[in-house]
């Protein structure tokens, strides 16, 4: 397992629409555990393979943050089916680092996807689940939490963003 670099608004991957995964294979089953080693070692909540570079419908989870075994969710080509309520919290992103504003969410989703044996599982989340749940859906359909902002907001944060990569360049 390898922990991976995860790309920083700005690149052009996290706001494209990822491609769906064909086949579960070895190469899959890799991309899950590095996407898991780089999720726990950032320390985060989600990761979508958009996030490292890889265009593709892949999300890990885990609330535990690696504290708990088995507490690791992984979905290839998620899809939200259901979801109600509303809930405003504050959010922040691994590919938003030392950002964190407030987002409204469901309260409850249902989510289907497969494991990566290729059986389909559904997910019925509450809470901060559902709000990762949705956040990780969001990623591999091309949309970052600030895209729920203000447009004024949205564009501080894109604008703070540019000057630091801009700084790194020079």
Same mark, same amino acid.
């Given at each position: ?6 790309? /920083? ?6 706001? =494209? ?13 890799? #991309? ?21 570079? @890889? +265009? ?7 609330? +535990?943050? %690696?504290? =708990?075994?088995?507490? @690791? ?22 590919? @938003?680092?030392?950002?964190?504003? /407030? ?7 249902? @989510? ?5 044996? %290729? ?13 990762? #749940? ?7 359909? %091309? ?9 004024? =907001? ?12 801009? =700084?790194?360049?020079?």
């Amino acid at each position: 397992m390898a922990v991976l670099n995860i790309l /920083k608004l700005g690149h052009p991957t996290l706001v =494209k629409k990822a491609e769906p995964i064909e086949k579960i294979d070895d190469a899959v089953r890799r #991309l899950a555990a590095d996407m898991i080693e780089t999720m726990h070692a950032a320390p985060g909540l989600g990761l979508s393979a958009p996030q490292v570079s @890889v +265009s593709r419908r892949l999300i890990t989870v885990d609330l +535990s943050v %690696g504290e =708990k075994e088995g507490e @690791v969710i992984v979905l290839v080509n998620p899809e939200i089916l259901e979801q109600e309520g509303k809930v405003i919290r504050d959010e922040g992103c691994l590919s @938003v680092p030392e950002v964190f504003e /407030k987002v409204a969410r469901p309260q409850k989703v249902k @989510v289907k996807g497969l494991d990566l044996n %290729g059986r389909e599982c559904t997910i019925e989340a509450t809470d901060l689940m559902a709000r990762v #749940l949705c956040h990780e859906v969001d990623h591999i359909n %091309g949309k970052l939490f600030i895209e729920w902002l203000s447009p004024l =907001k949205r564009n501080l944060i894109k604008k703070k963003f540019k000057r630091q990569a801009e =700084k790194r360049k020079t």
